[in-house]
């Protein structure tokens, strides 16, 4: 199967519908197999507060009350049900990371394929049973989590009967330094927790998210934006539609390069091995002369016997004359 290619519209749709949708069309043009939107209100991911932990203290949000920053940047959910049909019309999955049960239900009625855990709401056990009570795909991003929180997210959807889950490497930086992308963690998950990852990559570019699909990612997950001029809350991480696309054809040619286990002789192979190495007279050879390294030497092209047959040939001697640059056959 192909990578599964996710553009997350977040809240680069700046508080406009339109743009939402525009945004929408642009990531179907720009090669994307889903569109990926949050489900929350402030007031269902927060409380209206400015004491101690409710205000950022550094990074791209620094000094933003939490309360302002989700009220800025949600995505209201009398949308949803337009955004989910403008996607599909596009032929574009449309699902969503839904942040408390309401959120959950109202996905449920507009019939919402996947379900997202967002990283910080990997510690919500609760909410990730309900999710996985629903028995659908569900994808969890491990940005903050400790391998204990990892394990605890799998074993609440096995509860549920749901073991359809998909683990994302994710660095909650914002945009996140390639050096801390640790790919390798990733391949760690797989092999740990016995499920399929992928990568949420908050890197810019797309080198990272190139590797991760050699790295064996089903799933590239990245934040969308018609333009970063916009502005916006997310706009400094994102990718334009043409960026987006460069990453798409080179996610795409990277699966192709991987192939598949193969050991066949193709006949381009098979042509090749002529340029192999092999045994051939170095000088002319009378009838009866014995063969000697000095005569017969392994060298390309690849018409004579294999090299590995050198030392029975070197106990015998030649039936006939054998000219310089003959091969040496098993009937010489």
Not at 24 to 47: F, N, P, R, S, V
Not at 96 to 121: G, H, M, Q, R
């Amino acid at each position: 199967m192909s990578v599964f290619i996710i553009a997350e519209l977040s809240a680069n749709h700046n508080g406009s519908i339109e743009q939402a949708i525009a945004t929408i069309e642009a990531a179907a043009d720009a090669g994307a197999d889903a569109i990926k939107l949050q489900t929350y209100t402030a007031d269902t991911i927060t409380l209206d507060h400015d004491g101690p932990g409710f205000v950022i203290e550094e990074g791209l949000w620094k000094g933003r009350k939490l309360y302002d920053l989700y009220k800025e940047a949600h995505t209201p959910w009398d949308w949803h049900e337009m955004l989910f049909q403008t996607a599909r019309d596009l032929g574009l999955v449309c699902f969503s990371s839904p942040f408390d049960p309401t959120a959950v239900d109202l996905l449920e009625s507009l019939d919402n394929p996947i379900y997202k855990v967002a990283s910080f709401e990997i510690t919500d056990i609760p909410l990730i049973e309900y999710i996985a009570s629903k028995g659908k795909p569900v994808v969890i991003s491990t940005g903050i989590a400790t391998e204990e929180d990892i394990e605890l997210a799998l074993h609440a959807c096995k509860r549920m009967n749901n073991n359809q889950v998909t683990l994302l490497k994710c660095t909650s930086a914002y945009p996140a330094p390639v050096e801390e992308a640790n790919l390798l963690t990733m391949v760690d998950m797989r092999r740990r927790f016995g499920v399929p990852t992928g990568l949420s990559d908050h890197t810019m570019g797309h080198a990272v998210a190139a590797a991760a699909v050699a790295l064996g990612a089903t799933m590239i997950e990245k934040h969308f934006i018609l333009d970063r001029s916009l502005g916006g809350v997310d706009s400094a991480f994102s990718m334009e539609p043409a960026e987006f696309r460069a990453m798409v054809d080179q996610i795409r040619l990277t699966e192709s390069a991987l192939g598949s286990v193969t050991y066949e002789m193709t006949e381009k192979k098979l042509k090749a091995r002529q340029f192999s190495r092999s045994l051939y007279a170095v000088k002319d050879i009378a009838p009866g002369e014995p063969f000697t390294n000095e005569n017969v030497r392994s060298i390309r092209p690849g018409f004579g016997d294999k090299p590995q047959s050198i030392d029975t040939l070197l106990n015998s001697s030649a039936t006939m004359y054998i000219q310089r640059g003959t091969p040496i056959k098993n009937d010489n």
